[in-house]
C-alpha cells in the first residue's frame, strides 16, 4: 500500500511539474499584450519581485514568478538597471529582460539650433522636464565654473545638434557635452585652415563663424561672406555687420535697427568699432565653421540681402550702391 502512495505521488509530482515546466516555457515565449509601447521605469532600490509585479500590473507579463525564475536561471536578478524604457507591442519576457539588464533605457533629445544665443540655449534646457536642472537662475560665469571653464564666455561655445541622454541627466552633462563638441569641431577646422588667414586663434575664428552664421542660411553663400568680411579685416575696413550691432543692443532691440543704433557705441558694434568683436554673438554650425577658415578668393567687398534669403556681392561701393538702390530701397542695409 505505501508503495503504491509513493508510486501514486511520484507520478503526480511528474505530472504537476510537467505542467509547471509547459507552462514556463509558454510563458517565455508569450508575448506582451499591449498595443502600444508602454514606457516602464525600474527606480533606484526596485527589487526583482518589485520589477516582476509592476510588470505583470502593467501587462506586459502574464506571470510575475516565472519572470523571477527567468532572472535566477539567467543569473541575471541583481543585473536589472534602472531607467525608464521604451517597451515595444508583442515583445516576450525574454526580451523584456535582456533589456532592462542590458539598460537599454529609453533616450529623450534636445536639440540646439544654428544661430541660437546661449540665452535660448538655456531657456529650451530649462524647460526640458526629462533634464535635472541644477543651474536654474545661476550667472553665466557660475554655470562656466561649474563645468571647468572659468572665466570663459559662454556665447557660441556650444555646438548646434540635437543631443540624446537618458531621463534625469543633468543640465550640466548635456552642457558639457556640447562644449566638448564644439572644441572639437572647431579645433579640426583650425588645424585645417586656410594658412594666411588674418585670424590669429581658433576663438577669433569662432567669433566670425558665429557672425557668417548669423548672416546668412544659405549653404553656398557661407564662404563668399566669409570672404568679404577677411577682406574687410585685411584692408582695416570695418566689418559693419547688422547682427552683430543687434546682439550689442540686448533688450534694446524690438525688431528695426535705426540709424541711432548704428551710430550708438558698444563693443559688439562693428560700425562704429574696427575688428571683430569680443565674442561670438550665436551657435555657428560645422558649416559656418568651415566658412570662417576656408573663405572664397575674390574681390567682393560688400553685400546686401535680395528679400528673398540671398545676397548681391559687389567689389566697389559704387557696385554696392546700385544694389542696395535695387533690393532694399526701404530697408536699411549693409554699407
Not at 511539474?17 to 517565455?28: C, E, K, N, S, T
Not at 518589485?50 to 502593467?58: F, N, Y
Not at 526580451?95 to 529650451?124: D, H, P
Not at 588667414?197 to 552664421?213: D, G, M, N, Q, R
Amino acid at each position: 500500500m505505501i508503495r503504491w502512495f509513493l508510486f501514486s505521488g511520484l507520478i503526480v509530482a511528474s505530472i504537476i511539474l510537467g505542467i509547471a515546466y509547459r507552462d514556463y516555457h509558454q510563458f517565455l515565449n508569450h508575448p506582451s499584450e499591449n498595443d502600444q509601447a508602454v514606457v516602464f521605469e525600474v527606480m533606484q532600490g526596485d527589487s526583482l519581485g518589485v520589477v516582476s509585479s509592476r510588470l505583470q500590473e502593467a501587462g506586459l507579463i502574464n506571470n510575475n514568478r516565472w519572470f523571477k525564475l527567468l532572472a535566477f536561471k539567467s543569473k541575471a536578478e541583481a543585473s536589472i538597471k534602472t531607467g525608464v524604457y521604451s517597451i515595444q507591442p508583442a515583445t516576450t519576457p525574454v526580451t523584456i529582460l535582456s533589456t532592462l539588464v542590458a539598460g537599454r533605457v529609453n533616450q529623450y533629445s534636445i536639440t540646439f539650433v544654428e544661430g541660437w544665443s546661449f540665452k535660448q540655449l538655456l531657456q529650451v534646457l530649462g524647460k526640458n522636464v526629462h533634464i535635472k536642472q541644477t543651474i536654474t537662475g545661476m550667472s553665466y560665469d557660475a554655470i562656466m565654473s561649474r563645468l571647468g571653464y572659468p572665466g570663459q564666455h559662454p556665447e557660441g561655445r556650444f555646438f548646434p545638434e540635437t543631443y540624446f541622454f537618458i531621463n534625469n541627466t543633468s543640465d550640466l552633462d548635456i552642457l558639457k557635452r556640447a562644449y566638448e563638441k564644439m572644441q572639437k569641431n572647431l579645433t579640426e577646422e583650425w588645424e585645417n585652415r586656410d594658412r594666411k588667414l588674418p585670424l590669429k586663434t581658433p576663438y577669433e575664428a569662432l567669433i566670425l563663424a558665429s557672425i557668417i552664421e548669423k548672416e546668412t542660411g544659405r549653404a553656398g553663400e557661407r564662404a563668399e561672406i566669409a570672404g568679404v568680411f577677411i577682406r574687410r579685416l585685411r584692408k582695416n575696413m570695418l566689418l559693419q555687420t547688422d547682427p552683430t550691432v543687434i546682439y550689442g543692443m540686448g533688450e534694446r532691440y524690438k525688431g528695426n535697427i535705426r540709424r541711432k543704433d548704428l551710430r550708438t557705441d558698444t563693443p559688439y558694434n562693428t560700425y562704429t568699432r574696427f575688428g571683430l568683436p569680443p565674442t561670438p554673438i550665436a551657435m555657428p554650425g560645422q558649416a559656418a565653421l568651415h566658412a570662417a577658415v576656408h573663405p572664397k578668393q575674390g574681390d567682393t567687398l560688400f553685400f546686401v540681402a535680395k528679400g528673398n534669403g540671398s545676397h548681391i556681392f559687389s567689389a566697389t561701393l559704387k557696385q554696392h550702391n546700385q544694389a542696395v538702390n535695387q533690393y532694399q530701397k526701404k530697408q536699411r542695409v549693409k554699407q
